[in-house]
């Protein structure tokens, strides 16, 4: 009975060197719920679309109606930036958003990155697309 659980012992401490050689020879990404081996990964990309809604204030044509703009497109510093020109423009007038997806795409996986729930103010909105930016970059960073 000793024998087999020193046995035991011996194959699970190889198992376990074994996968943490595996593990720190690879570039792992951590995301909330699992991780991801980069050195596998052959395609990566970036996704996302939000529409930022407002109470137009300077058209008198439309003054007081509902008015929005769509972005689609990649996470990078280009698309983040015409978000933010978007909200600090209409900032005392936001309403919200809606179509909130951002993701990173890796091969076939896809991992969601968190759009905020509660809409506090045009500042909530501008932290959760610089968290966005954040995460492309970070995975980029990665690669």
């Given at each position: 009975?000793?024998?087999k659980?020193?046995?035991?012992?011996?194959?699970?401490?190889?198992?376990l060197?074994?996968v943490?050689?595996?593990?720190?020879?690879?570039?792992?990404?951590a995301?909330?719920?699992?991780?991801?081996?980069l050195?596998?990964?052959?395609?990566?990309?970036?996704?996302m679309?939000?529409?930022?809604?407002?109470?137009?204030?300077?058209?008198?044509?439309?003054?007081g109606?509902?008015q929005?703009?769509?972005?689609?497109?990649?996470?990078?510093?280009k698309?983040?930036s015409?978000?933010?020109?978007?909200?600090?423009?209409?900032?005392?007038?936001?309403?919200?958003?809606?179509?909130?997806?951002?993701?990173?795409?890796?091969?076939?996986?896809?991992?969601?990155?968190?759009?905020?729930?509660?809409f506090?103010?045009?500042?909530?909105?501008?932290?959760?697309?610089?968290?966005?930016?954040?995460a492309?970059?970070?995975?980029?960073?990665r690669?």
């Amino acid at each position: 009975m000793m024998n087999k659980l020193l046995r035991l012992a011996c194959y699970s401490a190889i198992a376990l060197i074994a996968v943490g050689c595996g593990r720190s020879s690879s570039n792992w990404y951590a995301f909330d719920g699992g991780m991801v081996n980069l050195s596998k990964v052959t395609n990566v990309s970036t996704s996302m679309k939000i529409t930022i809604i407002w109470i137009e204030t300077k058209d008198l044509q439309n003054l007081g109606k509902k008015q929005s703009q769509e972005f689609e497109g990649p996470i990078n510093k280009k698309n983040i930036s015409d978000i933010k020109k978007c909200i600090r423009e209409h900032s005392k007038t936001i309403q919200g958003y809606s179509d909130c997806l951002a993701s990173l795409n890796l091969d076939s996986f896809t991992i969601r990155l968190p759009c905020v729930e509660k809409f506090d103010s045009s500042q909530d909105l501008e932290r959760m697309i610089d968290a966005w930016l954040a995460a492309a970059s970070d995975l980029f960073d990665r690669l």
